[in-house]
């Protein structure tokens, strides 16, 4: 599949087949993760593959009861060890944590709908609950929780913006307008 269709085929479900997602699958979708831009190439990401029952089950209170999470064949929790960003980059090691993280979790996004699975974001989340759950040492940030399988469902397409209600050029407010075909200019 190509990129251009995985980003526009690519959606957040809430319901997964029973199929069981093979072991490459879900390291090739870390991998996708490792290969993210992180500040500085510091590479604070590391994961927590999920994927035994009981323990899935244990996840839904830390995720304020989202039940079809525990229904996901895979859940991975994405960690940032903060510390080695500080060493870099002092007050901003959050900041960058959290692009970092983002960044990392579109490219697994996408190579997951790439490969016909899909996965979606879990951004409600106590993370002194996950933390616990999952023996995440103090000093590490749980960045994100992805919850992975085949779909058992294909939501509508969402809406999406109009590309020029949403795009300045060289100054906010300044919109694109075409005059002739090729050809464009600032109102």
Same mark, same amino acid.
């Given at each position: ?17 029973? +199929? &069981?997602?093979?072991? *490459?699958? @879900?390291?090739?979708? %870390?991998?996708?993760? /490792? ?9 604070? &990401?590391?994961? @927590? ?28 929790? !994405? ?5 080695? /960003?500080?060493?870099?980059? &002092? ?18 996004? %996408?190579?997951l709908t790439s490969k016909g699975l899909q996965g979606t974001h879990v951004g409600l989340y106590d993370e002194s609950k996950v933390k616990r759950l999952l023996k995440i040492p103090d000093?590490? +940030?749980?960045?994100? @929780? @992805?919850? !992975? ?11 999406? !913006? ?16 075409? *005059? &002739? ?7």
């Amino acid at each position: 599949m190509k990129l251009s269709d995985a980003i526009k085929k690519r959606r957040s479900i809430r319901r997964f087949t029973h +199929r &069981k997602v093979p072991e *490459k699958k @879900i390291l090739k979708t %870390l991998e996708a993760g /490792l290969w993210a831009p992180s500040a500085g190439n510091v590479q604070d &990401k590391e994961f @927590i593959i999920v994927r035994g029952g009981d323990l899935k089950k244990e996840m839904v209170s830390a995720v304020f009861d989202q039940v079809w999470v525990a229904h996901a064949p895979v859940i991975v929790v !994405m960690v940032s060890d903060i510390n080695k /960003l500080r060493l870099k980059f &002092k007050d901003r090691a959050e900041f960058y944590a959290t692009i970092s993280a983002g960044a990392a979790m579109q490219n697994m996004l %996408l190579y997951l709908t790439s490969k016909g699975l899909q996965g979606t974001h879990v951004g409600l989340y106590d993370e002194s609950k996950v933390k616990r759950l999952l023996k995440i040492p103090d000093d590490k +940030r749980v960045f994100s @929780i @992805i919850a !992975m399988g085949y779909p058992g469902e294909e939501p509508p397409v969402p809406y999406r !913006m109009d590309l020029k209600n949403v795009t300045h050029f060289e100054k906010y407010g300044a919109k694109w307008v075409k *005059k &002739k075909p090729r050809e464009t200019h600032l109102e």
